[in-house]
């Protein structure tokens, strides 16, 4: 089965399933004949931050989901910005904080703040 992503001013709006024998031609199948219309791009469950976590080819950088970014230029899809100081990695298409989470301890959890540009460790 192959997933194909609906596109509109390149957000997300629906992610839908395309049976394997209309996979070769998704766009036509969804738009046309079962008359949903619009811009479908097909997309790899398997994909993230630019890996295909079965071994195999990943696709568009990352699997795509409602109101995730399609970015043309790239043919890649991404994540909406978590925070205005975070920047995007053009190799895995996931957003970084301007500094590195801190290694996971057992009984925390880490939260980005955002007016401080910290991690801030709290208990589960």
């Known amino acids: 089965m192959a ?5 509109e001013n390149n957000i997300v709006t629906q992610v839908l399933v395309v049976p394997d024998n209309q996979e ?5 199948y ?3 004949d079962l008359g949903l219309g ?13 890996v295909h976590k079965t071994g195999g080819t990943p696709l568009r950088k990352n699997y795509a989901s409602v109101g995730y970014e399609y970015d ?9 910005k978590p925070f205005p ?3 995007l990695n053009y190799e895995t298409f996931l957003w970084e ?3 590195s989470k801190p290694e996971e301890e057992e009984g925390y ?5 955002e007016i401080n540009q910290e991690w801030i460790k709290i208990a589960k």
């Open 3 to 7: 997933h194909f992503a609906k596109i």
């Open 24 to 28: 070769h031609r998704g766009q036509d």
């Open 30 to 32: 969804l738009a046309n």
């Open 38 to 50: 619009g811009t479908w791009i097909k997309t790899s469950y398997n994909t993230y931050g630019n």
């Open 72 to 80: 043309s230029h790239w043919d890649a899809f991404r994540q909406p």
């Open 85 to 87: 100081s975070w920047k």
């Open 97 to 99: 904080a301007p500094i």
């Open 109 to 113: 959890f880490w939260r980005w703040a």
